[in-house]
């Protein structure tokens, strides 16, 4: 199997200059756990919800809210992102994507052409829905 077969087609993608309570926002109401990152309709990094928690102040909106709290919210996406993520082409082989991401500890990869515009997404819960298990 391939990863053609088995990524999300339909990507929502933010620019490098999007910041912070956008990026939050879309990982939020979409319930997406990855966020490529575009510069010039090419990938130049993935944000994850991981990497928000880790920056975002868990005293914002809170009694003690200090303005050095309120400044995470100003960042950025190219000031957050994993730069030059791991990626894959669409011809790739489903169990070389899971040998990396287990070796690598990654849960997502971009697909990317060969102009490195992303033309998909794979995550360990696609793998796992396209997954056939024998009991």
Request: hydrophobic share 45%.
């Amino acid at each position: 199997m391939l990863v053609q077969d088995v990524m999300v087609k339909e990507v929502v993608c933010v620019e490098m200059d999007a910041r912070l309570p956008e990026v939050k926002t879309i990982l939020q109401n979409r319930g997406f756990h990855h966020l490529p990152v575009l510069e010039d309709g090419r990938l130049v990094g993935i944000i994850s919800d991981r990497d928000i928690l880790r920056l975002v102040s868990p005293f914002i909106g809170k009694v003690n809210e200090q303005a050095r709290d309120l400044d995470t919210l100003n960042r950025a996406a190219h000031q957050i992102m994993t730069r030059q993520p791991i990626t894959v082409k669409g011809d790739a082989e489903i169990k070389d994507v899971v040998n990396w991401m287990l070796k690598v500890g990654i849960s997502c990869v971009p697909v990317v052409d060969d102009t490195e515009a992303v033309v998909g997404i794979v995550t360990w819960r696609d793998l796992i829905n396209h997954a056939k298990f024998e009991f």
